[in-house]
């Protein structure tokens, strides 16, 4: 079973509603088209029904001008393809919901991974070498599972599989990670040690190590085939739709995983585990588990096999980082300059995600060190213990300001790409009296959605703008006095981190999206006699695994030289635990606002539109495919307040 599209409608040209022969059926949305003059969307809001959701970036814009059948750049479809049908906003949360539920699994990483390696006996100077395996699984893993995955010809989908796998990977790893204490005292008793020996100890230590770098190489699986997953079945003009969705539900599964962080677990959910980390992991594979199952078994993946044998596809080592180094080199100028971005927002991003709460404790614990200087080393545990309480009291703060973030934003962004002409995902005829039963409201709430859109904020002017507010925030870490300031701060980033969450996927992704498409619309032309066009000279590096893998290296990289350039601040800066005046955090928390200040500047200068390579080559196969009309390249970004995607209304 597969959340698909209604019934295609038979290959060749796109006939509008205007070009309808006499005596076809038409609903009352049709007829309001013809009479208009203008081809005109379908919605419907009746129970049970499919439909689109028609507010901002959620669905896609159509544009009265817009050519019959055209992509953005002029290339005419001669051939329907239901993968770039609009998809309804059900499609989208179901096609995303397994970014939740990664989240979750994520969130109980971050916030209790230390405590618990911690309460195990690892020292803190040991802890950097552990959560290195984050950056590093990032960089290693991402691109050679998207390679992989490029590569896969299984016929039920080529993100599948690394999906599943990835999911049951996470799952097992969160799981033995959790009972770590029990299995390796269990098994070692078998040869008569005990548990309070010190070998044991220390092989406890070392497994869970071992399973924390297992955890982090299995997410980063997941994680990369989902993207590419996204990427290869929305259409082109809801990328940005599709990732806003992926955006939300990242945080939803932050707010939930930091509530279930926050609640005293053992004692409602006792018959998951004794401790909370037990019960935490558990937690987070049930909603994993649950999440993955929806969006494989009702998202239908494209056959891999009808895009040929893979490219290139050696399997070594060697040759695999060639590619990589060849697909960077090989990148879309837009995703090329979203990278370097990535690279100096990140350096900004990892200090705020691993130091913020003991900041916040920090400020905390100061007025009280600094009133009594004679607390003993119980008492300032005890003071923070409640400060890092404190400290995710804030990153709950910031996860719901990014969630009320990622729901409102696209309301006031105009899209980048307008839709082509062709039907909606479960497109399905209405009688006049049915559809204009609603029109009068319908009416009122597309004027008021019209009137929310800011025509000149598009979505890399956004991101800019998000990218200098994280980075004054960051300064002002070095002037804040206490912790409800501090949570104020960190409630404003969180607006920040929803554009970052959100803005160069859905960039990148939406480049991705037109090329393949065009790809396909040539390889379909020259299969029935067209000539080969020069955009159809492709390689390994303009598929969605890879570039997403590229992507992913450069948030990650980054990180790694972040933690360099921590350390160095503490070494300098670092005052004893307890100490009053220590301005080491704030100092390396303001440091990553200079990067933060860098990129932005770089992201200002992104294109507004993702250019395409051959486009008069393109246009040229659009002349040939059947004599259809071009639109100017000009004319393909529209502002959304001057669209006509709001006749509809706002439906779900």
């Not at 009280?368 to 995710?392: C, H, M, Q, S």
């Amino acid at each position: 079973m597969s959340l698909s599209d209604a019934k295609s409608p038979p290959q060749g040209r796109e006939r509008t509603d205007t070009e309808l022969a006499p005596g076809s059926e038409r609903n009352s949305s049709d007829a309001s088209g013809v009479a208009n003059g203008s081809p005109h969307k379908v919605s419907f809001d009746g129970a049970g029904d499919p439909a689109n959701e028609q507010s901002p970036l959620l669905r896609a814009s159509q544009s009265e001008d817009d050519g019959d059948g055209l992509l953005n750049d002029g290339t005419a479809l001669d051939h329907h393809d239901e993968y770039q049908v609009t998809k309804s906003v059900w499609y989208l949360i179901i096609l995303t919901i397994s970014l939740g539920g990664l989240q979750i699994a994520w969130s109980v990483e971050l916030s209790n991974g230390s405590p618990y390696l911690l309460s195990l006996g690892l020292s803190k100077s040991v802890m950097a070498l552990v959560w290195i395996a984050g950056p590093l699984s990032g960089t290693l893993v991402q691109p050679y599972v998207g390679v992989r995955s490029d590569n896969c010809r299984i016929p039920w989908g080529k993100r599948k599989p690394f999906i599943l796998g990835g999911a049951a990977a996470t799952i097992v790893s969160l799981l033995a990670l959790a009972w770590t204490k029990e299995v390796v005292g269990g098994f070692l008793g078998i040869f008569g040690a005990k548990k309070d020996d010190p070998g044991v100890k220390v092989t406890t230590i070392v497994v869970a190590v071992l399973f924390v770098y297992v955890l982090d190489f299995a997410i980063n699986t997941i994680q990369a085939a989902i993207r590419a997953f996204m990427v290869d079945c929305a259409p082109t003009h809801q990328q940005e739709a599709a990732n806003a969705m992926g955006s939300r539900m990242t945080g939803i599964g932050n707010i939930i995983g930091y509530c279930f962080g926050y609640i005293n677990l053992p004692r409602y959910m006792w018959f998951f585990g004794d401790t909370q980390f037990k019960i935490l992991c558990v937690i987070a594979s049930i909603c994993l588990s649950f999440t993955v199952a929806i969006s494989i078994i009702f998202i239908k993946e494209r056959d891999p096999r009808e895009e040929g044998p893979p490219l290139g596809d050696k399997g070594g080592v060697v040759s695999f980082f060639k590619g990589v180094f060849s697909s960077i080199k090989s990148l879309p100028p837009q995703t090329r300059k979203v990278c370097e971005v990535q690279f100096f927002a990140w350096i900004g991003w990892f200090g705020f995600l691993f130091y913020l709460s003991t900041w916040v404790a920090e400020l905390y614990v100061e007025p009280f060190v600094e009133a009594n200087p004679d607390l003993t080393p119980e008492e300032i545990d005890r003071l923070y213990e409640k400060g890092t309480r404190i400290g995710t009291f804030a990153l709950l703060v910031w996860a719901s300001v990014s969630l009320a973030a990622n729901v409102f934003l696209p309301f006031f962004i105009a899209p980048t790409y307008d839709a082509p002409l062709v039907p909606s995902a479960g497109q399905v005829t209405q009688s006049i009296h049915s559809q204009s039963s609603s029109s009068s409201y319908t009416t009122r709430l597309d004027r008021f959605l019209e009137r929310l859109v800011i025509p000149w904020l598009s979505l890399r002017r956004a991101w800019t703008i998000s990218l200098i507010m994280f980075g004054l925030c960051m300064f002002s870490t070095l002037m804040v006095p206490n912790p409800t300031v501090a949570t104020i701060v960190v409630g404003i980033v969180g607006i920040p981190w929803a554009l970052t969450i959100w803005a160069p996927f859905a960039i990148i992704s939406a480049e991705i999206s037109m090329r393949d498409a065009l790809r396909r619309a040539q390889a379909l032309n020259v299969a029935s006699g067209g000539r080969v066009d020069p955009l159809s000279r492709d390689d390994n590096g303009d598929q969605a695994g890879v570039i997403l893998g590229i992507h992913n290296v450069s948030i990650a990289a980054p990180q790694v030289l972040a933690t360099l350039g921590s350390s160095l601040i503490f070494k300098f800066l670092q005052k004893p635990r307890g100490t009053p005046g220590d301005m080491s955090m704030p100092a390396s928390l303001a440091a990553g606002g200079i990067f933060a200040l860098i990129a932005a500047y770089m992201a200002s200068r992104l294109a507004e539109d993702s250019s395409v390579e051959g486009l008069e080559a393109a246009r040229g196969l659009a002349a040939h495919s059947g004599g259809r009309r071009e639109t100017n390249a000009s004319q393909n970004r529209r502002s959304l307040s001057r669209s006509r995607s709001f006749e509809t209304g706002l439906t779900y």
